[in-house]
């Protein structure tokens, strides 16, 4: 059983993305606060590039959501 419920506002394949992406953010997060306080650069740079990439892929899986949904309706 799924930790996250789904919340139909992704449609199917997107979900189980947007899913994954955020147990991806709740692991990013705790490294992003303790490399900004610590200042460990791996730790920094690991944590950056998961942010940022965590970031991307919100922005396309929103955008691929809405071209799907658009083509659903209109269809």
């Not at 692991?27 to 306080?37: D, E, G, K």
């Not at 970031?55 to 691929?64: A, K, M, N, V």
Request: with cysteine; net charge positive.
């Amino acid at each position: 059983m799924w930790w996250h419920n789904s919340t139909n506002i992704f449609v199917h394949p997107y979900d189980i993305w947007n899913t994954y992406l955020i147990r991806l953010e709740t692991i990013t997060f705790p490294f992003v606060i303790l490399s900004w306080f610590t200042h460990i650069w791996w730790l920094l740079i690991i944590s950056g590039i998961a942010w940022f990439l965590d970031c991307f892929c919100t922005i396309l899986i929103i955008c691929l959501n809405a071209r799907k949904k658009h083509r659903q309706y209109n269809h």
